[in-house]
């Protein structure tokens, strides 16, 4: 149903379905899961609609099982980088002169085939490589890909609305949204599989042709997305995979005069990097380069003495485990008051025995494996560092395995010390820290968390307490770009919960709103004069 205003209609998000033992959709899942298990995939890449296979094949392995080979992938090189950029940049200016609509049927058409048809595959593709239960691959895979899809198309036609208020008599005033001057580059990480079609997605839907190159651990299911991009109708040299090292990419794309953009997800490090490279090469470039990025978190839950207890321990179990901690919104420190501190913890420690912990392929592990192998030595070395130090103290889990796959025990470490090792630093993984504060010291806490961290990415506040929940949105106001009250501080919608934070966090341009799609347009705007004068002398030029 339209809303008067936008012709596309007004879109709703779309529906998770529960995987309930005996439902269709868990059969269908199963039975993908099965056969892609079962089977090993032939992943090339794509370069102007072409498959493109080098003779570097490196195999894929799921990390909960990282002996079984599921995939292969061909490595490649900086001539692909650079065949990536050519056939971008030839498939441009047919691309953008694509009516807005021709190019929003596209994407809905993608949405619909990923709701459908290629529902199971696609959460199967997500299972298998980044070790996700079936609920989180559906939420990702499907549901939240589906949503910035449809979502991105009404905001999209809401920028192209976005017109002068005023035209005088004889003039016609109007905005020209194009897309920007040259190719974009799409940089992806493993954890979402949304993310990374959004990526890729969100600056074609606006005209834009993409280079885009995913993290290694997530190919196997980019390749899926390739099949959906090219049945839904993405032309030839749109959107181009290539699978190559980052570095190698870097010095192709970032030295090229007609890099225009990077939408990026990744680590703080990495994206700093990256922009400084930009800005050394600034000189190079036909245009201005627009540099989008959502980077690393130290995300964080806050309890108010009037902080509902049951509530708050499911929070904390959900907000830092799901996942395996690996989600950018993770929860990963905790600050609670002493007068509720023993309530809340048992029901967490009650919460994580009944945790089972395996392959994905098991409905009921609430835990997956790690990503891989570098992962997991980081989030071990961690966990080891916590219960050496003299101001911390491991009270939950703690034990790790990676004979079989990359599987870390959901671990708590209480300290004493708010600027602890693990308070401080983001982990990525099944990590969370606790630290216990004085009631009537929790202004002064909130201060602490302010300065604990330079990202600024989520953040929870749980009270009871309306003046306490009004005090401490104040704190916190630039400690979180997406901040919940009585939440956990993961789970964002597309449509209810644009997402992005700032400081160390990233740009803040706020994925699956408008605020990220005109990112990617340049404005121009044109004056048309039906009446032109004809004389350059004004009025007051007249004699007396």
């Not at 596209?106 to 990923?114: G, M, P, S, T």
């Not at 009944?354 to 997991?376: Q, Y």
Request: net charge negative; charged share 20%.
């Amino acid at each position: 149903m339209s809303n008067g205003i936008f012709s596309v209609p007004v879109p709703v998000n779309e529906p998770v379905l529960s995987y309930a033992p005996g439902s269709p959709e868990k059969a269908e899942l199963k039975k993908a899961l099965a056969e892609m298990n079962g089977s090993v995939m032939d992943i090339p890449m794509f370069i102007g609609g072409k498959e493109v296979r080098s003779g570097t094949k490196i195999p894929l392995s799921p990390p909960h099982d990282h002996q079984h080979v599921i995939g292969h992938y061909y490595r490649g090189d900086a001539s692909h980088v650079k065949s990536a950029i050519d056939a971008a940049l030839q498939a441009k200016a047919a691309w953008a002169a694509l009516p807005w609509e021709q190019r929003a049927s596209v994407f809905l058409k993608a949405a619909d085939l990923i709701s459908g048809p290629y529902r199971a595959r696609l959460n199967a593709a997500t299972m298998l490589a980044q070790s996700k239960n079936v609920y989180q691959a559906e939420i990702d895979a499907v549901a939240e890909l589906a949503d910035f899809w449809r979502f991105n198309v009404y905001y999209m036609e809401g920028i192209y609305r976005q017109q002068p208020d005023v035209s005088p008599k004889t003039i016609w005033n109007r905005l020209e949204y194009r897309p920007l001057e040259g190719f974009i580059f799409a940089l992806s990480p493993f954890n979402f599989t949304s993310i990374c079609a959004n990526l890729s997605s969100a600056p074609a839907m606006m005209g834009n042709t993409v280079v885009w190159k995913p993290a290694d651990s997530q190919i196997y299911s980019a390749q899926v997305l390739m099949e959906v991009f090219r049945e839904a109708g993405v032309p030839d040299g749109v959107i181009n995979l290539v699978f190559v090292d980052g570095p190698e990419a870097g010095e192709v794309i970032f030295n090229h005069p007609d890099f225009a953009g990077l939408h990026f997800t990744g680590s703080t490090g990495v994206f700093q990097h990256l922009w400084k490279t930009i800005g050394n090469n600034i000189s190079r470039y036909r245009s201005y380069p627009r540099v989008v990025g959502e980077t690393g978190g130290k995300d964080f839950i806050f309890a108010h003495p009037s902080a509902d207890v049951e509530a708050l321990a499911v929070a904390i179990s959900r907000g830092s485990f799901e996942y395996q901690g690996q989600k950018c919104s993770a929860s990963s420190r905790a600050y609670i008051p002493r007068s509720i501190y023993v309530d809340v913890m048992s029901r967490v420690l009650a919460d994580l025995k009944t945790m089972k912990m395996g392959s994905p392929l098991d409905f009921r592990n609430f835990i997956n494996a790690v990503i891989d192998e570098r992962s997991f030595d980081k989030i071990a070395s961690y966990i080891d560092r916590a219960k050496a130090s003299p101001d911390s103290e491991v009270i939950a889990g703690g034990n790790y395995d990676k004979s079989k796959g990359y599987f870390i025990e959901p671990t708590i470490v209480k300290t004493n010390n708010p600027k602890s090792l693990t308070m401080c630093e983001e982990i990525f993984g099944p990590v969370l820290t606790v630290y216990e504060y004085e009631d009537d010291k929790w202004e002064e806490t909130i201060g602490l968390l302010d300065q604990t961290s330079p990202y600024a990415l989520t953040g929870a506040l749980f009270a009871q307490d309306r003046y306490a929940i009004h005090r401490g949105s104040q704190l916190l106001e630039h400690s979180a770009g997406n901040f919940y009250i009585n939440d956990k501080p993961t789970g964002a919608v597309v449509g209810q919960q644009p997402f992005g934070g700032a400081r160390g966090s990233g740009t803040n341009d706020k994925a699956g709103s408008y605020l990220n799609l005109i990112r990617w347009a340049s404005p121009r705007t044109i004056k048309e004069n039906f009446v032109p004068a004809k004389d350059y002398r004004y009025p007051f030029l007249a004699e007396e």
